[in-house]
């Protein structure tokens, strides 16, 4: 049996080689995209009646299915990336630093892909016969808990998803366009 907190860490760390690959231009897209994706969930439960409505109907594997279903789309699109020939050029001249920024934000994309995926699948209760809800007081089962609270959807509630946002979108238009 394996431990959902290395599983976790797995994938971060796949998600740094992917960025290490794709260069920290790229990486920073997909990072604005999993925000946005965040973004959306929240206002959609929270001002959406249809939605609220849909999610009482469906129980929590409705609920966890329809967030992750948002997240990867928006992270699919984040990573369709066009090429920027700005930063293609200045990725060519220094390929180090775009590679070390690339993994450390390639880092950053898989602690809120998969993060906010583990953070869904906390709130729904596990209903997975394979994935088990980490067990309190033993060492794996508070550390897993205690990183259950720093994913993304524990503390990119309102208002800071809104400055989040805010500052992504800021940072698109100056530097992006």
Do not use: C
């Not at 249809?50 to 990573?79: C, D, E, H, K, M």
């Not at 205690?146 to 530097?175: D, K």
Request: charged share 10%.
């Amino acid at each position: 049996m394996v431990s959902i907190t290395f599983v976790f860490y797995m994938l971060v760390f796949l998600a740094a080689i992917i960025g290490w690959m794709r260069g920290w231009a790229k990486e920073l897209l997909v990072v604005f995209s999993i925000i946005l994706a965040i973004f959306i969930i929240l206002v959609l439960e929270t001002y959406v009646g249809v939605v609220q409505n849909f999610y009482l109907s469906g129980g929590p594997s409705v609920i966890f299915w329809t967030r992750t279903l948002i997240i990867f789309l928006l992270a699919f699109f984040g990573y369709q990336t066009p090429n920027i020939p700005r930063f293609m050029d200045a990725a060519r001249r220094e390929k180090l630093q775009d590679s070390l920024l690339g993994m450390v934000l390639g880092a950053a994309n898989g602690w809120l892909v998969f993060g906010s995926i583990w953070a869904y699948l906390h709130e729904s209760g596990y209903f997975f016969n394979f994935i088990t809800m980490p067990t309190p007081g033993t060492p794996l089962g508070d550390s897993a808990l205690r990183l259950i609270n720093s994913m993304p959807p524990m503390w990119l509630e309102s208002p800071v998803i809104y400055f989040a946002v805010a500052i992504s979108f800021t940072f698109v238009v100056i530097v992006y366009i």
